[in-house]
Structures are given as C-alpha cells and as structure tokens.
C-alpha cells in the first residue's frame, strides 16, 4: 500500500508541474515582453528628449540671432553722416565698435555667458548710440564687481537697452537718460534698465517675437519658471526693464 501511496504521491507531483511550468513559463515570457516593451518605451523617450533638446537648441540659438534692422539702418547713417563732416578718427572708432558687436553677435554660441562679456558687448553697442546722440546720451551703471563674472544668458541686456532707445530714447528730445543696475538679491539676480524716455508700456515690443519678448522666451527654454521678466514705470516717470534668473557663479555655468 505504501508503495502504490508514493506511486500516486508522485505521479501527482508530476501533473503539478506538468501544469505550473506552462504558467510559470507564460509568467516569464509575459515579464520578458513588457521588459522588453519598457526598453523600447525609454529608448523612444530618449529619442523624443533628444529630439526636443536639439529643437530647444536650435530655437534658442534663431532667438539670439535676430537683430533688429533699424539699428544698423541707424549705425550705417551714423557712419555716413561723420565722414561727410569730415570726423574721421570718430568713424573709424565707430567701425571698430560695429564689427566687435556683430562679432560677438554672430559668434557666440554658449548658452550663458559670464556678464562682463555680456555689459562689453552693450558698450559696443552703447558707443555706437553715442555717436549719434552726443553730448544728450547720458549713460550710468550700477554694477557690483563681485557680478563680474555671474553667467548671464548672451544679448539679455543688450536686448534691454536696444528695447530702451527704440521705444523710448530714439522718441526722446533734450537730454536722454540711460540707468544699468545689475545686483544679487538672495539666490537670484536682478537686472534692470532705466530710461527716461516718452514711451508708456504699451509701446513696447513685448508680443512681435523680439525685445522683451525674446528674452521672455530664452529664459524658458533655460531656466523654466525659474526666472521673471516685467516692464514698468516708476514714480519718477522712468521706463524701468527688469529681468530676474537664478544666481549662477561662473565656475557653475549650464
């Protein structure tokens, strides 16, 4: 009796497995497909990040080339008027300043630069103003050294500046008054351009796809929410720009 037990016990066993292993089988091929699955899921994903990167990129890079045509319609005037009066020295000075700009215009190519290269840009383009406006152009800074070398996204406030002459200095008789204020408050910093000029907010290009809008659009695709851009005036009547990103030391660039 014993041996017919074990005989049945056995042959029990047998259909046990007889039936597990099929199952356990499917189990695993099912794992094995939705691993599979999930690879093939993160390996489109990555592609699709990829992808969104180099359009972010290439965005970001047609944004920092736009430049606004009147002012080389301006700067080639400006040039043309000093030769014609016979102020040499003044245009080749100027011709200088013109190729620095459109240099660093048309080749920089990081994301973020340290902002003492980004303010000798806007001087550049500041001198170049000046020859225009003389003695009327007066332009101050408020510039903390130890900002020296705080990365800034390339063109943020020479587009701020070029934004305060267009609409507001180029419209503005007698003295014109141009204000540059760079400093940290906390984790962020704080850039902001004042001018006195006639132009009330509206007046800004703030929805055609250049000036403040332009900068608005960089600071997404680079800092996300985590950046402020706001036009304003304050009591004393001026047109104040103020742009505000994280606070990003220069050895800690993206």
Not at 27 to 45: G, S
Not at 167 to 178: I, N, T, Y
Request: hydrophobic share 40%.
């Amino acid at each position: 009796m014993n041996t017919n037990k074990g005989g049945g016990d056995m042959f029990s066993f047998l259909i046990f497995l007889g039936v597990l292993c099929p199952i356990v089988c499917m189990v695993v091929l099912l794992m094995l497909r939705l691993i599979d699955q999930e690879l093939d899921f993160l390996e489109l994903e990555n592609a699709r990040v990829k992808l969104e990167k180099e359009l972010q990129e290439s965005e970001y890079h047609q944004l920092n080339q736009r430049i606004q045509p009147h002012f080389l319609f301006n700067a080639l005037n400006s040039f043309l008027s000093l030769t014609r009066i016979g102020r040499y020295e003044e245009m080749v000075r100027g011709m200088e300043r013109f190729s620095l700009f459109l240099r660093y215009k048309y080749q920089e190519k990081d994301v973020l630069v340290p902002f003492h290269t980004e303010l000798t840009h806007t001087e550049n383009y500041v001198s170049i103003q000046q020859l225009r406006f003389g003695n009327r152009l007066l332009v101050t800074y408020d510039i903390s050294p130890m900002l020296d070398s705080v990365m800034i996204p390339p063109y943020t406030l020479q587009t701020l500046v070029e934004n305060a002459f267009k609409h507001g200095l180029d419209k503005k008789s007698g003295e014109k008054v141009l204000h540059i204020h760079f400093t940290r408050e906390g984790n962020w910093v704080c850039l902001r351009v004042m001018d006195n000029g006639p132009a009330t907010i509206n007046d800004h290009d703030l929805k055609n796809g250049v000036g403040l809008d332009n900068i608005h659009r960089r600071f997404q695709l680079l800092f996300d929410l985590r950046s402020e851009l706001s036009l304003t005036k304050n009591t004393e009547g001026y047109t104040v720009a103020k742009a505000k990103w994280p606070y990003i030391p220069g050895d800690e660039g993206l």
